[in-house]
């Protein structure tokens, strides 16, 4: 069975800490690993990673994929009340199923 | 670009109603997802067309739940008959035919509370 696993599953930081939000999987068919943002509604997209060691950057956030060690990361850099939020990750697989990870609940204190 | 639109925003129903959520997809999506969100299990999937037709439904929990695409640009969710446990977020996703660009687009959710 396709599984993702995500950790924390929750984080409570300061404003202007750097956090890193991880994400392993096992998958047959892998094709490509998704990171979204969800605050109080629908879920929204922030990356789509496909290659080992290539970083996707976004402002204060980016991420990276290792294919070989089956894991991503998100990382959020002097972070601010408004990245708070639950961030999910997903992998896409063969015949295009999203599996979804739990989440990691961030919250970030003023 | 209106997005994928999901209705109604919010359903209370009693207990043995039956609900039926609905969604339209983005123009020119070619799959579509129904997911269900609750504290306890996160986001679950329930059902997935490609081109109108079920892929996978092994998500859907029981018989009282049925889903339809009779056509591209409209989706529904049936629930018959509601139990207090169904009640949830209800998500539609759509996604494009183009493997390069293949990610999920959601929309707003249903909120149901079933009483």
């Known amino acids: 069975e396709d599984k993702v696993v995500q950790s924390p599953l929750s984080l409570v930081v300061h404003e202007g800490d750097t956090v890193t939000l991880n994400c392993s999987y096992e998958?047959?068919?892998?094709?490509?690993l998704l990171w979204y943002k969800q605050e109080k509604k629908a879920p929204t997209f922030l990356f789509m990673l496909t290659s080992s060691g290539i970083e996707k950057k976004s402002g204060r956030l980016s991420s990276i994929l290792d294919k070989k060690e089956l894991f991503s990361i998100l990382n959020i850099t002097a972070t601010q009340t408004g990245d708070s939020a639950v961030y999910l990750c997903a992998v896409v697989v063969y015949g295009q199923n999203f599996v979804f990870g739990p989440g990691t609940r961030l919250s970030v204190l003023p | 670009d209106a997005g994928v639109i999901q209705s109604p925003r919010h359903e209370v129903t009693e207990m043995g109603q039956e609900v039926t959520l609905r969604c339209k997809p983005i123009?020119?999506?070619?799959?579509l997802f129904w997911y269900r969100q609750t504290m306890m299990r996160g986001l679950e999937l329930l059902i997935y067309f490609n081109n109108n037709v079920p892929i996978d439904d092994s998500g859907m929990p029981e018989d009282r739940f049925s889903a339809k695409m009779p056509n591209a640009s409209f989706s529904t969710l049936k629930i018959q008959p509601s139990e207090p446990r169904d009640s949830a977020v209800y998500f539609c996703?759509?996604?494009?035919?183009?493997?390069?660009?293949?990610?999920?687009?959601f929309g707003s959710g249903t909120q149901l509370s079933v009483l």
């Open positions: 123009s020119g999506h070619n799959s």
């Open positions: 996703a759509s996604s494009p035919p183009d493997r390069r660009n293949e990610k999920l687009f």
């Open positions: 998958v047959t068919n892998f094709r490509s």
